[in-house]
């Protein structure tokens, strides 16, 4: 069709009608899973449903285990440089999430002090600007929270990969600071974002996070999981 060879037109048109059809399905293309509308790197794009299903399968299921000992301070100084490029996590995800950006001078272009946030949880455009009573309209979300992680195998881990864990960009997200305060430390089983386009991602972030660091999920939260990639 691009060429202009007339025998590609029927295929092209099929292939228009095939990949029509699936948007109007609220899909992506092959059924994978998209978070398009969400800025920044986020998400396993184009990573299937299938996939991420099979991948919940390797997850030990076990009980939710003792919040006992947990503490911040427990996954290492909060946003602290892991990958020693001279920013802190924070503003190395505010950089990457949000779009037109603005920085401190003489920061190396790692101090965000503004920038426009497609919040993937809400949906809602957010003007993130850098101060005492502002910062927190956005914050950075631990996709699988640390307490969660805790009382799910985090305890039995290092420090140094605790540390890892709390700062690992595939388990954080900028969000609406609001809905990352109401989420708390909740799993799949009691919350899941308000932007339901948003949850296939959500919970393929979290599976991915817990096979990584070895963690396991609870029966119920492996049931929610289930229920949401099976509506992909």
């Not at 048109?13 to 920044?40: F, N, Q, T, W, Y």
């Not at 396993?44 to 099979?54: D, I, M, N």
């Not at 799993?187 to 991602?201: I, K, M, N, S, V």
Request: proline content about 5%; hydrophobic content about 35%; aromatic content about 6%.
């Amino acid at each position: 069709m691009r060429d202009g060879v007339k025998a590609q037109v029927g295929r092209g048109r099929g292939a228009l009608v095939a990949v029509l059809a699936i948007v109007l399905a609220g899909c992506g293309p092959a059924g994978k899973i998209s978070d398009e509308p969400a800025s920044g790197e986020r998400g396993e794009q184009g990573r299937s449903a299938a996939e991420a299903l099979k991948d919940l399968e390797k997850l030990p299921v076990k009980g939710r285990g003792p919040k006992t000992g947990f503490d911040r301070d427990e996954f290492g100084p909060a946003w602290a440089d892991v990958d020693h490029n001279g920013c802190d996590t924070r503003n190395d995800i505010l950089k990457r999430d949000l779009k037109d950006e603005t920085f401190k001078k003489g920061t190396h272009d790692c101090i965000v002090l503004t920038g426009i946030l497609e919040d993937p949880y809400g949906g809602k455009t957010i003007e993130f600007e850098r101060g005492e009573k502002t910062s927190m309209e956005v914050q950075i979300d631990h996709v699988v929270a640390l307490s969660d992680a805790w009382q799910k195998g985090a305890r039995q881990l290092s420090a140094a990969e605790r540390r890892e864990l709390a700062n690992d960009p595939l388990n954080l997200l900028a969000v609406d600071g609001p809905l990352n305060s109401q989420k708390s430390d909740a799993d799949a089983a009691t919350w899941l974002p308000p932007r339901r386009a948003y949850r296939c991602p959500y919970v393929s972030r979290q599976i991915s996070v817990k096979i990584k660091y070895e963690l396991w999920v609870t029966a119920a939260e492996k049931a929610a999981m289930e229920r949401v990639l099976k509506s992909c």
